[in-house]
């Protein structure tokens, strides 16, 4: 069956980098996603990897090693904003195409 | 332009009871994903619908019904409410059903059963 993994929780400091690590074990692999949840909301969407890479926008990149079943987000410039949950989500074959999703990783930051 | 709608935004519901909760997609979206979220977790994925024929079901109990009308609105029906059918259910509406459509998600119901 599928399996993604994140880390729990991670802190960084404003103005810092930070990286979330997701990795992943499907089979068909077919697309990955990372999305940003505040507290109490919905998720909005943030990348999205089907290649593998480094897609960047803006102050977010998204890394994609399909190989190696490993995707990470980087995160540049934090600002307090920032601080959610970070959702990876993959989408493949044995999940018939529909998107599985990891817990997520909630990220604080700290002045 | 309107994103995703979800209503109610919050229901308490006893358990044995029964509850509708009903989605409305952005304009020109044609794909519904249902989602249950319970805290700290990321999203179950319950049904998706796309051209208001079911494209995808989670691993949940008959208990859990949906549809999706002619306008593309969706609802998601749940029989027999369980204390554990609580959680946030998320409607995500996508141009397509699959690809590299990301999904856009409304602000939930937050269904909490007594």
């Known amino acids: 069956g599928q399996n993604i993994d994140q880390p729990t929780e991670m802190t960084a400091t404003e103005g810092a980098i930070v990286q979330i690590n997701c990795t992943y074990q499907?089979?068909?692999?077919?697309?990955l996603f990372w999305y940003q949840q505040h507290a109490g909301e919905a998720p909005t969407f943030l990348s999205y990897?089907?290649l593998d890479g480094l897609e960047e926008k803006g102050r977010f990149s998204s890394f994609l090693s399909r190989s190696k079943g490993y995707s990470y987000l980087l995160l540049k410039e934090l600002q307090m904003k920032d601080s959610a949950s970070y959702l990876c989500?993959?989408?493949?074959?044995?999940?018939?195409?529909?998107?599985?999703w990891g817990a997520g990783t909630k990220l604080i930051i700290k002045p | 332009d309107a994103g995703v709608t979800q209503s109610p935004t919050h229901l308490i519901k006893t358990r044995g009871q029964h509850v509708t909760l009903r989605c409305s997609p952005i304009?020109?979206?044609?794909?519904v994903s249902w989602y249950q979220q319970v805290l700290g977790q990321g999203p179950q994925f319950i049904f998706q619908y796309y051209e208001k024929e079911e494209r995808g079901r989670g691993n949940f109990p008959d208990r859990f019904s949906a549809r999706q009308f002619p306008n593309y609105s969706s609802e998601l029906n749940v029989n027999a409410l369980l204390l554990g059918d609580s959680a946030l259910y998320l409607c995500a509406s996508s141009l397509a059903g699959q690809g590299p459509y990301e999904q856009y998600f409304g602000p939930g119901t937050r269904l909490t059963v007594t």
């Open positions: 990897n089907v």
């Open positions: 989500a993959v989408r493949a074959m044995d999940s018939n195409y529909q998107l599985i």
């Open positions: 304009s020109g979206h044609k794909s």
């Open positions: 499907t089979s068909g692999f077919n697309g």
